[in-house]
């Protein structure tokens, strides 16, 4: 994420009482945005994986040079025992070859990418992947790594994949409303994700800088390198054959929005977009919620939050009508509470229309 309260604000008045970030530096004030939202209620709280794994010279470090970088099986260790020390909640590690972004890149090898998980393993930290494509979806299967994010575009995952997700303990966070914009124009889709902010209940709260963000990807800005076989219909098959196997879907949207930023995808409002598409990919209504609340509370080792129960933590949204028959009444909130304290959603709406 782009580390501004801004956006931890943006979530919490849509409903995001945490979120669970997946790349973010420099540590200090990754150390120190996690600590300010720890403290504030007017703010979603926030774990964070920190700086990510990557190979020298690959994605996304060929543009950030000061990015560290994992070059061999060796260095694992080194790496995430660095992490933990600077607080890394659990470790991000990249599987990305640049295709998707017009260029050939390294990336990590096998046996560094297993050697990874193993580190994070034994220092008690979750592994998390990002997957761009069925060759690397299969290397973070085949290396250990817990958690997978994002789901290849070209095909979707095969049975033998599937059953091996759901034998291995895997989950997997699709973030389909990112995969929706990052696929061509061309592209089968929905318009499930494409039309959400349109919705008087979403566009109310959301500042300039969002709306714009969101028109840029209606404009197909976010396809900078379309590849031919890309099709988002590829992704809702993947999580309708994941979720029949009982393999955990997390809901998840890669929010992201920074200035420059590709393919921007708004915090908090988003959200409602992924449950939207999680329903068209086969979940019901209620499946969609726990994906978005006990589901990741579970997975992620947060124990005091994501369910209604004496002694957990008051994170609670309020709407108008029944998401277990309609998800898009998860958009319709009356009140978000953090920790036992309520959201001014009033007054936040009365900033972004100021």
Same mark, same amino acid.
């Given at each position: 994420?782009?580390?501004?309260?801004?956006?931890?604000?943006l979530?919490?008045?849509?409903?995001?009482?945490t979120?669970?970030?997946?790349?973010?530096?420099?540590?200090?004030?990754?150390?120190?945005?996690?600590?300010?939202?720890?403290?504030?209620?007017?703010?979603?709280?926030?774990?964070s994986?920190g700086?990510?794994?990557?190979?020298?010279?690959?994605?996304?470090?060929?543009?950030?040079p000061?990015?560290?970088?994992?070059?061999?099986?060796?260095?694992?260790d080194?790496?995430?025992?660095?992490?933990?020390?600077?607080?890394?909640?659990?470790?991000?590690?990249?599987?990305?070859?640049?295709?998707?972004?017009?260029?050939?890149?390294?990336?990590?090898?096998?046996?560094?990418?297993?050697?990874?998980?193993?580190?994070?393993?034994?220092?008690s930290?979750l592994?998390?992947?990002?997957?761009?494509?069925?060759?690397?979806?299969?290397?973070?299967?085949?290396?250990?790594?817990?958690?997978?994010?994002?789901?290849?575009?070209?095909?979707?995952?095969?049975?033998?994949?599937?059953?091996?997700?759901?034998?291995?303990?895997?989950?997997?966070?699709?973030?389909?409303?990112?995969?929706e914009?990052?696929a061509?124009?061309?592209?089968?889709?929905?318009?499930?994700?494409?039309?959400?902010?349109?919705?008087?209940?979403?566009?109310?709260?959301?500042?300039?800088?969002?709306?714009?963000?969101i028109?840029?990807g209606?404009?197909?800005?976010?396809v900078?390198?379309?590849?031919?076989?890309?099709?988002?219909?590829?992704?809702?098959?993947?999580?309708?054959?994941?979720?029949?196997?009982?393999?955990?879907?997390?809901?998840?949207?890669?929010?992201?929005h920074?200035?420059?930023?590709?393919?921007?995808?708004?915090?908090?409002?988003?959200?409602?977009?992924?449950? =939207?598409? @999680? /329903?068209?990919?086969?979940?019901? $209504?209620?499946?969609?919620? &726990? !994906?978005?609340? #006990?589901?990741? +509370?579970?997975?992620?080792?947060?124990?005091?939050?994501?369910?209604?129960?004496?002694?957990?933590? =008051?994170? @609670? /949204?309020l709407?108008?009508?029944? $998401?277990?028959?309609?998800? &898009? !009444?998860?958009? #319709?909130?009356? +009140?978000?509470?953090?920790?036992?304290?309520?959201?001014?959603?009033?007054?936040?709406r009365?900033?972004?229309?100021?």
């Amino acid at each position: 994420m782009y580390g501004v309260e801004s956006n931890l604000e943006l979530a919490l008045a849509f409903g995001v009482t945490t979120e669970l970030d997946m790349f973010m530096g420099p540590p200090e004030a990754t150390r120190a945005l996690c600590e300010l939202a720890a403290e504030r209620a007017d703010l979603a709280d926030l774990r964070s994986a920190g700086l990510l794994a990557s190979a020298p010279g690959g994605h996304p470090g060929v543009g950030m040079p000061d990015l560290p970088t994992v070059a061999g099986p060796e260095q694992a260790d080194a790496f995430v025992a660095a992490r933990q020390a600077e607080g890394a909640h659990f470790i991000k590690i990249m599987l990305d070859d640049g295709v998707n972004h017009g260029m050939s890149l390294p990336s990590l090898a096998p046996a560094t990418v297993t050697a990874l998980a193993d580190a994070a393993r034994r220092r008690s930290l979750l592994s998390v992947a990002h997957v761009s494509a069925m060759w690397s979806a299969r290397l973070a299967l085949d290396s250990g790594v817990d958690i997978l994010t994002h789901l290849p575009l070209e095909a979707p995952l095969d049975e033998a994949f599937v059953r091996r997700a759901a034998d291995g303990g895997r989950v997997v966070i699709p973030t389909l409303a990112i995969l929706e914009l990052s696929a061509p124009q061309s592209s089968p889709a929905t318009g499930v994700g494409r039309s959400w902010a349109d919705d008087p209940r979403i566009a109310d709260h959301l500042p300039d800088h969002a709306r714009a963000a969101i028109a840029e990807g209606r404009e197909g800005l976010c396809v900078e390198h379309p590849v031919p076989e890309h099709r988002f219909g590829h992704a809702l098959s993947s999580v309708a054959r994941l979720h029949r196997a009982g393999v955990p879907v997390l809901a998840g949207t890669d929010a992201n929005h920074r200035p420059g930023r590709a393919c921007p995808v708004v915090h908090g409002a988003s959200l409602h977009a992924e449950l =939207a598409l @999680l /329903v068209e990919a086969g979940l019901t $209504p209620a499946q969609a919620l &726990t !994906a978005a609340t #006990s589901a990741p +509370a579970a997975h992620f080792g947060l124990g005091d939050r994501g369910v209604i129960a004496p002694g957990r933590r =008051a994170d @609670l /949204v309020l709407v108008a009508g029944d $998401p277990t028959e309609d998800i &898009t !009444a998860t958009r #319709s909130i009356e +009140a978000v509470w953090r920790g036992g304290v309520r959201f001014d959603r009033e007054a936040h709406r009365k900033r972004v229309a100021s």
